[in-house]
Nanobody, 127 residues
Framework: QVQLVESGGGLVQPGGSLRLSCAASGFNLDLWTIGWFRQAPGKEREGVSCINMSDGSTDTADSVKGRFTISRDNAKKTVYLQMNSLKPDDTAVYYC????????????????????WGQGTQVTVSS
């Protein structure tokens, strides 16, 4: 069945780095856009970054641009989120999800059209 599984979260000090992974199974990844989202306690879900698995096009939220980089490995059916210069405000549960076809901006940031959400991985940035 369709499954997206996140991993790589943890506790990191401000200024540190983490790399999250989203492993996909049960569907043809090439036809989809994969997005990373996050939700902090008491806050709305926020789109972080997304990538089209066919042509590699990406879009990234302004709040993390220049610090976070999304990438893909189609052979491994995995999408990565490299997070550098982490701040306490980046603390959240990070989720990946899929959307059919191309990136639709800015709707993707709201999660419009995304489904098959993973279980999430906790990222905590604290000293």
């Amino acid at each position: 069945q369709v499954q997206l599984v996140e991993s790589g979260g943890g506790l990191v000090q401000p200024g540190g780095s983490l790399r999250l992974s989203c492993a996909a199974s049960g569907f043809n990844l090439d036809l989809w856009t994969i997005g990373w989202f996050r939700q902090a306690p008491g806050k709305e879900r926020e789109g972080v970054s997304c990538i089209n698995m066919s042509d590699g096009s990406t879009d990234t939220a302004d709040s993390v641009k220049g610090r976070f980089t999304i990438s893909r490995d189609n052979a491994k059916k995995t999408v990565y989120l490299q997070m550098n210069s982490l701040k306490p405000d980046d603390t959240a549960v990070y989720y990946c999800a899929r959307s059919w076809g191309i990136i639709r901006a800015p709707a993707w940031k709201r999660g419009d059209g995304f489904g098959s959400w993973g279980q999430g991985t906790q990222v905590t940035v604290s000293s």
